[in-house]
């Protein structure tokens, strides 16, 4: 009983993988566009896109209030909030809160900027509430800003009460 079987025309089918040519003009289409987007901005035909402190400075936005502030950890976990020129509390972060945990989360990252450079929780970072109503928090040490706005309404009124908190 040795049969043979033949492939029947009805199963046979092709293992060619190919991709429709419209598919590949637009892709190809994509890449191009993205080049010359590109190139448009590297050779300053559009701006890049704003820098608030640029932004400011050019508008002549003036600060409408600040305050510097030095942001230390505490043994079990929290972070003492104080202000830089009184030494008074201003706000005691609690870990476990939501706004505790948006304050540490800016904070860490520019704790961990401060440690690559050898630089301790002394030098104060700066909160300010512009004219135009944005707020940012600008690291004295390290140069480096924060713009708080673009992290919601609600967090931006985290840092909005340290402004004014007790220690003032």
Known sequence: MNQTLTPSP???HSHEN???R???IMAGALVALSIVLTA???????DREAVPQVERAKAAVAPAQMRQLRFEDVANGNVRVSDAETGKLVLLVEQDTQSGGFIRGVMRGLAR???MYGIGSVPPFELT???DGSLSLHDTATGRDVELGGFGNDNRVVFMELL???GA
Do not use: I, K
Request: proline share 8%.
């Open 40 to 46: 448009t901005v590297s050779f300053g035909y559009v």
């Open 22 to 24: 419209p598919a590949l």
């Open 113 to 115: 900027e401060r440690r």
């Open 129 to 131: 509430l512009w004219q």
């Open 18 to 20: 190919t991709v429709p």
């Open 164 to 166: 004014d908190g007790a």
């Open 10 to 12: 009805h199963h046979s």
